[in-house]
């Protein structure tokens, strides 16, 4: 399952240079990845309840600029999970500006359950969840 | 009892002008307001902790800018609550690059506790927290 | 003339208490003034080249807020010219969440021209400007 | 040489779990290669000047995050240029709060002139500008 994720750029997300800041561009996978989770049916809250997670936190992240962006245009982000590990899962992102390609990125996260001593551990991913994105 | 914050504006806090973008003003005052609470050897968690409170949030904010301020230069920020009322607080803020006046602001904060029936509700400030600042 | 932004609040908008960190409504409130000029086929940049201007900067900035907002919320800015004057305007907020208001705010913003001596200068707003926002 | 940029976390850095919102971390990676320059008596407006480029851009960015941060804790961010290429280099950060790893990034930076045809183009790194870092 992809999902998209669109944006407007405005003026407060561009530097002196008229081009986006470009942490920005992980503010935005990050929204993206919010997306994705939406379209599953799901949400970090909605995570906790269901499957009494602490959260789904960032262990690495990485983004490749291959053009720059400015405001006014609309920047279009497509994330989908590409790998599944055992406690963790891999979401790629890939960015444009109608067809031209802004950037390619991803984000390693981890499946914060609660250890036996009943502290923030990286548990196994359920298969119920990892059923949602299976379309 | 009035704070000192300061701070290096980076080149990721200007716009296209290579000035400030203005959210980046408020950001800032809720940072000195941070090193207020920290001068009078508080926090927003101890004040959870000792006055059972739920927040001290925003109710309203402003800021009039007289100059505008780009990076590589060093804000300073001075703080100081200017007005208790009842179950809320006023606190002013003066921003300069050296000598130069950039802005003047205020927030104006409610001490959000607990009502009655256990719900967030404005209460009455204690005055050992208001003595805090009594210097 | 009033115009609609319209934002899905995101995780990364709200702080420790899960509502949204006050500074991002303004960053908000900017954002919903280029959907304005937009609205008016205008913009920053189109401005430069029309009216010559070097841009048209905040002198003050205010917000009063209501009601807090949480992510997955989708945040509806309402946006008006409500004061002309001879060199600056007035730009008025209204920010909901559905029905629920949540914040009311204002921007006034300067028409920064050049001055006799070529130097960024206060000028008069030309009718032309005024007349796009006349619906 | 390495150099060391380091900044209080506040509130308004912090997500509902009350830790750093992860984008954070590369603003500051940003600000921390400013601190650099500094030291090395260079800013990107001196840089302009004196060897004539656009900017310093970024073409790749990663971190790999080993602990969480939290608001009023100090980050440590310790950075140098580990890699030069032809016409790039390569920042390598290293983030502690005290003695506590933090994260681990890099940002991968083009030196971007100006080609024969005028246009902004990747051009050699002079000398002059890598020997101001070699201490």
Same mark, same amino acid.
């Given at each position: 399952?992809? !999902?998209? @994720?669109e944006v407007r750029i405005v003026?407060?997300d561009c530097?002196?240079?008229g081009i986006v800041?470009? =942490? $920005?561009?992980?503010?935005?996978?990050? %929204?993206?990845?919010?997306?994705?989770?939406?379209?599953? !049916?799901? %949400?970090?809250?909605?995570?906790?309840?269901?499957?009494?997670?602490?959260?789904?936190?960032?262990?690495?992240?990485?983004?490749? @600029?291959?053009a720059s962006a400015t405001h006014e245009e609309i920047l279009r982000?497509? *994330?989908?999970?590409?790998?599944?590990?055992?406690? !963790?899962?891999?979401?790629?992102?890939?960015g444009f500006c109608e067809?031209r =390609?802004i950037?390619?990125? @991803?984000? *390693?996260?981890?499946?914060?359950?609660?250890? !036996?001593?009943?502290?923030?551990?990286?548990?196994?991913? =359920?298969?119920? @969840? $990892?059923? $949602?994105?299976?379309?």
């Amino acid at each position: 399952m992809e !999902s998209q @994720f669109e944006v407007r750029i405005v003026w407060g997300d561009c530097d002196e240079q008229g081009i986006v800041f470009y =942490p $920005k561009y992980f503010y935005w996978m990050d %929204s993206a990845f919010q997306t994705l989770l939406r379209d599953a !049916s799901q %949400s970090v809250r909605a995570m906790r309840e269901e499957f009494g997670i602490v959260g789904i936190p960032i262990v690495e992240a990485n983004a490749r @600029f291959v053009a720059s962006a400015t405001h006014e245009e609309i920047l279009r982000i497509e *994330a989908e999970i590409r790998r599944w590990g055992e406690t !963790s899962l891999r979401v790629e992102y890939r960015g444009f500006c109608e067809d031209r =390609p802004i950037f390619e990125g @991803f984000e *390693a996260r981890v499946w914060l359950g609660r250890g !036996s001593n009943g502290r923030p551990a990286a548990t196994t991913i =359920p298969e119920a @969840f $990892k059923k $949602k994105f299976a379309k």
